[in-house]
């Protein structure tokens, strides 16, 4: 296999770009999760959901604060800061792994009849994000193709924000699964321009076009695999293990 060398000639937009993008999608987050979440006591909700919350603005905070130091050419920190991240990126997986289980082991017999299936959404997105983080580390020399691995993770938090925006303060969709289905597409649409504008050649190219395809499968499976049998199946087998 070819040595990823490092390649800096190529995105040069891209970080300001991505601290932007993570910056707004923080601020919307406030907005997006105000009603159910933030607005609250804290004490009136779960550890697991604080875990994964903090976690979550951690490593936003590190999309936004890990560009800088390179504009800045502060690079020891960025390093640094990329070794904490190497840590921060698992924990933030295994939080949303455990978050889910607790939820769906809290749902009573009715609740998880209708929605326990659904579980689906969060350890997607868990796996999605694992998998851009991994590579986005493994090919953090090729600026381009790690900088968009990166811009990947943070697209991930598109549909929850966005769901819960249009769900809280716009008049209701016709159908459920539209809300989905709006965040998914702006994430497709943000992946494909992420991957069109990744010139031919750049080390690290192919893999980032595999999990763009991958990422776009496992969103569309959503409207139909947690309907299937075998899920319904995954879903009871998950709940029963002692995670939370």
């Known amino acids: 296999m070819k040595t990823p060398v490092a390649d800096t000639r190529h995105g040069a937009r891209l970080p300001g770009a991505l601290i932007g993008g993570?910056?707004?999608l923080l601020?919307?987050?406030?907005?997006?999760?105000?009603?159910?979440?933030?607005?609250?006591?804290w004490a009136s909700v779960d550890a697991h959901t604080h875990v994964h919350?903090?976690?979550?603005?951690?490593?936003?905070?590190?999309?936004?604060?890990?560009?800088v130091l390179v504009f800045t050419r502060r690079r020891r920190a960025h390093r640094a800061l990329g070794r904490a991240a190497a840590?921060?990126?698992?924990?933030?997986?295994?939080?949303?792994?455990?978050?889910?289980?607790f939820k769906l082991k809290g749902m009573g017999a009715d609740l998880f009849a209708r929605e326990g299936?659904?579980?689906?959404?969060?350890?997607?997105?868990?796996l999605l994000f694992g998998a851009a983080a991994g590579l986005g580390f493994f090919w953090r020399r090729s600026t381009p193709v790690h900088a968009r691995f990166m811009a990947a993770t943070a697209l991930l938090l598109v549909d929850p924000v966005l769901g819960?925006?249009?769900f809280f303060y716009l008049p209701p969709l016709p159908h459920v699964q539209l809300y989905q289905g709006i965040g998914f597409s702006v994430v497709a649409l943000a992946l494909a321009a992420l991957l069109r504008t990744l010139p031919a050649g750049t080390a690290g190219r192919a893999a980032f076009r595999y999990f763009c395809v991958g990422s776009v499968a496992v969103l569309a499976l959503f409207f139909v695999?947690?309907?299937?049998?075998?899920?319904?199946?995954?879903?009871l087998w998950f709940r029963a293990l002692p995670l939370s």
């Open 53 to 67: 919350a903090l976690l979550g603005t951690a490593w936003m905070g590190m999309l936004v604060v890990q560009p």
């Open 225 to 235: 695999l947690p309907h299937t049998g075998a899920w319904a199946a995954f879903t």
């Open 117 to 126: 299936v659904y579980v689906y959404l969060p350890l997607a997105m868990a």
């Open 22 to 24: 993570a910056g707004l």
């Open 87 to 101: 840590w921060l990126a698992p924990a933030f997986v295994v939080s949303g792994v455990l978050l889910a289980h």
């Open 164 to 166: 819960r925006l249009m």
């Open 27 to 41: 601020l919307l987050a406030v907005a997006a999760f105000w009603p159910n979440y933030l607005s609250r006591p």
